[in-house]
């Protein structure tokens, strides 16, 4: 790894240079300009946290650009140390790891979720950057509105009640391929991933067509562009990016405010989450926020686990082999061929929702590993009340706390084999050794869905399709090259290389 890059830049960011470089402030840096670029241990003494300077007045702004190695390098920089701190514009920032910063982080309630993620991720669209007068609740009161409406629109009937047509959107999407030929997954799984989504948590005027639901993912697309570091931490400061995410969120905020008044004006209802909402008295503003955030937070994990579990199974044969048996031996159980169905949606969607969570044990190993290969990335907290002492360290109230997921996920000493698919074996005396959905205070609350989607996109793909992975070449990749690229905050997808699932129809289904 480049000992340099802590130090290292990002200049294709024009708005911050130029927001930089007035004369006084190079003068300031090129006076400091050994000391700025330099990594510094700022005290010997073992009680405080050791603290890496970055650019006068950014701080580390590779934080943003290259974030996993940012965070790695760091821990490679101080190897004796539980953390380090460092600095973005005027906040404090302190990575950590280990074990007992993972009690710490994960578990108590002094540390801000939401907090933590507004300042240093961004991401989704904000209602109030399109209506002025909105007024977000405060933490406590938007998690529990959240819980409340999440869990009711996930729950184990309504997911029954929208199986058929989860199956009809997925047969409709992969009859388009045709008997055989290739797909790039991150592409066309995402794609599918869209649509299930918006049908479990929007509105039919949307999920029932097609091209609105190709017109909502480019606006997904633009959002998440927009998130760049100059649009998060200098919001005051103009720039392409922030202008085109607000473009974006207003176009999606005025789409979903169109169809709700065209219901109203109408006196119309729909079988969806969209109609739930309403009926729970929320305001038009309130609904759309809850709908957009939904979206976003269900379909980026989503997507990218639906793509990269392909790729780890054509790696593993004997478990592909494993899953195969296993969807059929769902198959058999609940929608025996000889019953004469007439679509493989309609026989998909005989598996209650129970037989999904509860009868597909090899698929949900196979699942786990993939998500434990994948998610390495940075999650987030903030002190919020009052100084707090972690591993005999004292960390300021106001603070930022950085875990990087992949400390846990690529830890030797809990996996014994990190960088093979459906490793064998795990420490489980390690506390929250597995954090791919949420542990202690914050689990993943659209974990059941999250499955089941994933699940079902397995089941009628390999009920139908033989398929490999291959590269740009046409040739099997090396296992060596289907990396993510940790550094990209939105879309781990493969680092330096495209991958395809070049697939053949079976000549009998499952």
Same mark, same amino acid.
């Given at each position: ?26 003068? *300031? ?32 702004? !590779? ?21 380090? *701190? ?34 240093? /991720? ?90 609105? #639901? ?46 709700? =008044? ?30 957009? @955030? ?17 790729? /780890? ?8 082999? &494993?899953?195969?048996?296993?969807? &059929? ?12 169905? /007439? ?22 190993? #196979? ?25 005999? =360290? ?33 420490? &489980?005396?390690? %506390? ?7 542990? *202690? ?10 499955? %089941?989607?994933?699940?079902?996109? #397995? ?14 070449? @046409? ?26 699932? &070049? ?5 009998? !289904?499952?």
């Amino acid at each position: 790894m480049n000992s340099s890059f802590p130090l290292y830049f990002e200049t294709q960011h024009p708005e911050v240079v130029a927001a930089i470089t007035s004369p006084q402030v190079v003068a *300031g840096t090129t006076a400091a300009l050994g000391a700025a670029l330099a990594w510094y241990l700022l005290t010997t003494n073992n009680s405080q946290i050791k603290k890496i300077r970055g650019w006068p007045i950014v701080g580390q702004w !590779s934080f943003f650009t290259k974030r996993h190695d940012f965070v790695m390098e760091g821990f490679h920089r101080t190897p004796s140390e539980p953390m380090f *701190g460092f600095n973005i514009l005027q906040h404090n920032v302190v990575a950590v790891r280990g074990e007992e910063a993972r009690k710490s982080f994960f578990d108590r309630r002094d540390l801000s979720f939401t907090e933590g993620y507004r300042l240093l /991720f961004g991401g989704s669209p904000e209602v109030k950057d399109v209506v002025e007068e909105y007024t977000q609740k405060d933490d406590q009161a938007q998690l529990s509105s959240f819980i409340r409406r999440l869990s009711s629109l996930l729950c184990m009937d309504r997911l029954a009640a929208l199986t058929p047509l989860f199956m009809s959107d997925l047969e409709r999407n992969m009859t388009k391929w045709g008997p055989s030929g290739k797909f790039d997954p991150f592409e066309d799984i995402y794609s599918i991933v869209f649509q299930l989504t918006i049908r479990a948590a929007s509105c039919r005027e949307i999920s029932d067509s097609v091209e609105n #639901c190709k017109r909502m993912e480019k606006l997904y697309w633009l959002v998440e562009k927009g998130s760049t570091p100059t649009s998060l931490l200098l919001p005051w400061l103009p720039s392409t990016s922030r202008k085109l995410k607000t473009e974006a969120t207003t176009e999606l905020y005025n789409w979903f405010d169109d169809i709700i =008044k065209a219901r109203q004006a109408e006196n119309r209802r729909e079988e969806d989450a969209l109609q739930d909402l309403l009926d729970m008295g929320d305001s038009t503003a309130d609904v759309i926020q809850f709908v957009l @955030g939904t979206l976003f937070a269900g379909i980026v994990n989503t997507g990218l686990m639906s793509a990269w579990i392909f790729i /780890f199974l054509d790696q593993e044969p004997q478990w592909k082999a &494993k899953v195969v048996a296993e969807i &059929k031996s769902l198959l058999d159980k609940y929608a025996p061929v000889s019953r004469g169905y /007439f679509s493989a949606a309609e026989r998909l969607s005989e598996i209650p929702p129970e037989a999904w969570e509860g009868e597909m044990p090899v698929l949900e190993v #196979c699942l786990r590993e993939t998500i434990r290969l994948i998610v390495s990335g940075a999650l987030l907290r903030r002190v919020i009340k009052g100084d707090l002492d972690v591993a005999g =360290k004292k960390i300021p109230n106001g603070s930022f706390l950085v875990y990087l997921a992949g400390e846990t996920h690529s830890n030797p000493d809990i996996y014994p084999e990190p960088a093979r698919h459906v490793s064998h074996s795990q420490d &489980k005396s390690q %506390y929250h050794a597995f954090l791919g959905w949420g542990v *202690g205070r914050h689990p993943c609350l659209g974990r059941r869905f999250a499955q %089941y989607e994933i699940k079902s996109i #397995c089941a009628m793909f390999l009920s139908q399709y033989d398929y490999e992975i291959v590269n740009s070449k @046409g040739v099997r990749p090396d296992p060596s090259t289907t990396v993510p690229d940790r550094n990209n905050l939105y879309q781990a997808r493969p680092k330096d290389e495209t991958f395809y699932i &070049k697939y053949a129809k079976r000549q009998q !289904s499952l």
